[in-house]
């Protein structure tokens, strides 16, 4: 049967043929194009964010508050138990497990998170996935007056595959909801929420709120906040039109899906986008990570992923703020005020991630990504000079101080902001939930590499560990430059295809079947 040169569009139970969209002008005005089609789409956004990125943000930054009273609380429960005291060592070691169980967790997540999308959909997953976190909630909560500090460790790993699975599944859920000339603004949603969740956790940590010793057990259980609200607000809204199409075949269901996000008479563009998916598939299951490992036709959009997500942990961001505190003491802030000028930090992630929303859809990926890794590392020689000379001159410690949240800024706008927008675009529908259970996995598998050792490059190296972070952001930024096209209001079928020639180089029998095949499949 020859493919329908028409898209469908269904009005009630009647299903009519009408001429091909590009028959239509795509563009009536930049501010027609620029705003979002309807609020449904963006409190999908918040309601899928809330659960998802946010949990990340929030956990990964409230266990710093109490990191002293957990260290009591381990002491006292250690002598009532076993009526001797902890040994340092061994209570090193176990602050060390609760801090870095949370990471193994984040692993686990990553490598169940595409699964789960796959087989309960976006929306279903990320629901399920907010009784992992109600669970790990309570047993936190109900450590410290039962007396075992081994719920914590287990609350922490549980609370880690929350995250893990939220950072997966939400911004495939984003990419695949949002029209293709905004859908880098709506996928830096997922970079919002997390650095929101930072921010939030740096100020419920606070000595006025919940950072008072009596009060870290709730801090820690305050993570159930979040989602309750998913599991509250989610549910009103629809799964992902390209899941409901393309890995379902439900179409009736995809058409009301687009018209709630898109408006009734707006959709149709988006329709027939994901039908031309659709038909380019043929009836492609879904894939699993290690087939994408074998497919030739993805290898240049996997080592991408690859670089970016080691990228991404291993920039050097983490040693910002290992020095923040220092620098801060340098320039002569007292300690006591020194957690409310890290919130400073905090709010300079949050308001860059906002800003590359803003900026995304009109400057570009690929210009936003590797500004910001080339800006890292003028930053990276900035601070190596200002620290090697900290003590030389009274105005150094601002230098420091202005490079660090130049370097954070830089980061927020390229690499901390981008990576997981490419990674949704980088691949069709079959493809897209393996990578990111890639991405997910090399993400955390680089977090918890970054957290063992760095502390050892601290002690070597010193301040000249940046020239260390130097070299790996000026790599990353080679490579992309070379390798990553822009992908800016280009559909998934056409980004696939900017990769052909790096996929199979020079073979033209291989080359000529591929397009022969892209033919057949109506691209």
């Keep these: 049967m020859e493919r329908r040169q028409f898209t469908k569009f269904c009005q009630g139970d009647r299903i009519r043929p009408v001429p091909r969209m590009e028959s239509r002008p795509l563009l009536r005005g930049c501010s027609a194009r620029s705003r979002l089609p309807s609020w449904t789409l963006f409190l999908a ?79 279903g997953a990320l629901l399920m996935n907010n009784i992992i976190a109600i669970l790990a909630s309570i047993l936190m909560g109900i450590s410290f007056p039962t007396g075992l500090f081994e719920l914590v460790i287990v609350g922490r790993f549980l609370i880690g595959i929350n995250s893990g699975v939220g950072i997966c599944v939400q911004p495939l859920y984003l990419g695949e909801v949002a ?19 930072i921010l939030m956790g740096q100020i419920i940590g606070l000595r006025e709120l919940l950072g008072e010793e009596m009060y870290w057990p709730l801090l820690l259980s305050s993570s159930c906040l979040p989602a309750f609200a998913q599991l509250l607000f989610l549910p009103w809204f629809p799964e992902s039109p390209r899941y409901l199409l393309i ?22 563009r988006e329709m027939e986008d994901i039908q ?26 996997l080592i991408t992923v690859i670089v970016m997500t080691m990228g991404q942990q291993l920039s050097g961001i983490n040693a910002i703020y290992f020095y923040a505190t220092y620098i801060f003491e340098q320039a ?90 490419l990674i949704a675009e980088l691949f069709i529908q079959s ?63 056409a980004i696939k295809k900017e990769f052909q020639k790096l996929n199979f180089g020079r073979n033209k029998k291989e080359t000529e079947l591929y397009e022969r095949r892209q033919l057949h499949d109506g691209f």
């Design 45 to 123: 956004v918040c309601a899928v964010g809330i659960g998802g990125t946010f949990q990340y943000g929030y956990n990964v930054s409230i266990i710093n508050a109490p990191t002293q009273h957990i260290h009591r609380f381990l002491n006292e429960t250690w002598t009532n138990r076993y009526h001797k005291t902890l040994n340092p060592d061994l209570l090193t070691f176990l602050w060390s497990v609760i801090a870095s169980v949370f990471s193994l967790g984040g692993l686990c997540g990553a490598l169940i998170g595409g699964s789960m999308a796959i087989r309960l959909g976006r929306k």
């Design 179 to 197: 029209p293709k000339h905004l859908r880098g603004g709506m996928a830096m949603g997922s970079s919002i929420f997390l650095t929101g969740g």
């Design 247 to 268: 890995d379902r075949g439900d179409e009736l269901s995809c058409v009301k899906a687009l018209k709630r996000f898109h408006g009734s008479s707006e959709y149709g």
């Design 276 to 301: 031309q998916e659709s038909f380019a598939l043929d009836g492609e299951k879904a894939k699993k990570p290690w087939q994408l490992f074998t497919d030739r036709a993805v290898r240049w959009q």
């Design 332 to 421: 002569g802030i007292s300690a006591e005020q020194i957690p409310y000028v890290t919130l400073g930090t905090g709010a300079c992630e949050c308001l860059t991630a906002l800003t590359c929303g803003l900026l995304i859809d009109y400057v570009g990926r690929r210009y936003l990504i590797i500004g910001g890794y080339l800006l890292m590392t003028l930053w990276s020689v900035v601070l190596t000079f200002s620290l090697t000379y900290q003590e030389l001159y009274p105005w150094v410690p601002y230098v420091s101080m202005t490079s660090i949240f130049a370097f954070i800024l830089s980061f927020g706008l390229g690499p901390g902001g981008i990576t997981n927008t």
């Design 431 to 493: 493809s897209r939930p393996a990578a990111y259970m890639i991405g997910g996995t090399i993400s955390w598998v680089s977090f918890f590499t970054i957290g063992m050792l760095f502390p050892f490059i601290v002690n070597r190296l010193k301040q000249y560990c940046f020239l260390v972070f130097l070299l790996e952001c000026s790599s990353v930024a080679a490579f992309l430059f070379f390798v990553i096209p822009e992908t800016k209001n280009k559909s998934f079928l």
